[in-house]
């Protein structure tokens, strides 16, 4: 069936728009709201002692945040690589490793070839992917779907929190499966899972905030993102979505990493954006910030309205919904997505075929 924008200008924002559903349709998958509970059964989460996920573009910045959570959640070591590397690399693989596809098409050339790749190794193999009847849903042995619906948009917003979605509460099943999480611990997770559509919704009613700080970000040349945990393949995401759709370069980086190179960018002209939520690492973000601003570099630090106020000019604010840090990377997805959404069309480029890139790269 042909999907219409509606009362949307874009299908970019229209997509943004329907995170809470998308997000909630998946989660559905593989989480019990009910009983508090994650379906441990699609795999045997014992069998395995690693994980290797492979992807491209978005899907591999998915991919980075669902490592941070297996490994967490579940003790699982989690390897994430871009899929055109692994394939071409001779990648040492050991037999208990469980090969794990992330893709929206289910049918970018690098990702497929990395994951018929590990099938002929002879490991277990699993696809999140949007599109079930795609290719590497047929390939992979176990196939996890997201559920976002059809995606027009070349850049991906709902694909891309319907696989973290997806990836977290797989990662949460793992460690039930491996005896980390007990049953306490299973339903505070499960139904901090379930929070996150509300507050995607919250959200996105950050658009007013957004829209004031987007005349300054599409006059920029370059803009960094900084993050810490989550927040930094976040923050890479954010880059990508800027860059994609705005034209603006952009680069993603550790908040930690600051002081090893891009520090030396930093100048009035340069906007640093950091994604702050409440966690255990948000002092050493923070300082972070002061940093930047004590060099003259504008920051808009997005963070909960609760969090304390740093001292520095040119600080600017813009206030996240609280949430649970597991569900951060989902809530923060939403301003990350408007940011660069509306710089886009502040810009006037074409944001939902932007110049050059294809929604699917089914050739090298
Ligand atoms: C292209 C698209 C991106 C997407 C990437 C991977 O570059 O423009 O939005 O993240 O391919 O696509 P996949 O379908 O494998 O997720």
């Excluded at 970019?12 to 329907?18: D, G, L, P, S, W």
């Excluded at 930093?266 to 972070?288: G, H, Q, R």
Aim: hydrophobic fraction near 45%; glycine fraction near 6%; charge should be negative.
């Amino acid at each position: 069936a042909m999907v219409e924008k509606g009362e949307y200008r874009h299908f970019m924002e229209k997509e943004i728009h329907e995170q809470p559903d998308s997000v909630q349709h998946t989660l559905s998958e593989y989480l019990d709201l009910v009983t508090g509970t994650a379906k441990t059964n699609t795999i045997d989460f014992a069998a395995i002692d690693r994980i290797q996920i492979v992807a491209c573009g978005t899907a591999f910045y998915a991919g980075q945040i669902g490592r941070y959570a297996f490994e967490k959640l579940a003790g699982l070591p989690c390897d994430v690589e871009i899929a055109s590397e692994f394939r071409y690399r001779s990648p040492a693989v050991t037999q208990k490793t469980l090969a794990v596809a992330v893709s929206q098409s289910g049918e970018t050339a690098d990702t497929l070839a990395s994951l018929i790749w590990c099938k002929a190794q002879g490991l277990n193999t699993a696809a999140v992917v949007n599109v079930h009847s795609s290719s590497m849903a047929r390939v992979a042995a176990v196939l996890w779907p997201t559920h976002a619906g059809p995606e027009i948009g070349v850049a991906s917003t709902k694909a891309f929190t319907a696989q973290v979605a997806a990836l977290l509460a797989l990662a949460v099943a793992a460690g039930v499966a491996r005896g980390r999480i007990d049953a306490a611990r299973e339903a505070e997770l499960v139904k901090a899972l379930f929070e996150s559509p509300r507050l995607i919704a919250e959200a996105l009613t950050m658009g007013d905030s957004i829209r004031a700080v987007v005349q300054d970000l599409a006059k920029a040349d370059d803009v960094l993102f900084l993050g810490r945990g989550a927040m930094f393949p976040l923050a890479m995401e954010g880059a990508l979505k800027l860059k994609e759709i705005s034209y603006i370069h952009a680069e993603g980086y550790a908040a930690g990493e600051l002081k090893h190179g891009p520090i030396a960018l930093i100048d009035e002209e340069t906007p640093t954006i950091a994604l702050a939520p409440l966690d255990d690492v948000f002092e050493k973000t923070a300082s972070n910030l002061q940093e930047v601003a004590a060099r003259g570099g504008p920051v808009i630090m997005i963070a909960p309205e609760k969090a304390p106020d740093l001292h520095g000019a040119g600080i600017r604010r813009i206030h996240a919904p609280d949430c649970h840090p597991l569900i951060a990377p989902l809530v923060y997805a939403v301003p990350v997505q408007l940011l660069a959404y509306y710089t886009a069309v502040q810009k006037g480029t074409d944001v939902d075929q932007p110049r050059n890139l294809a929604k699917s790269v089914t050739v090298e």
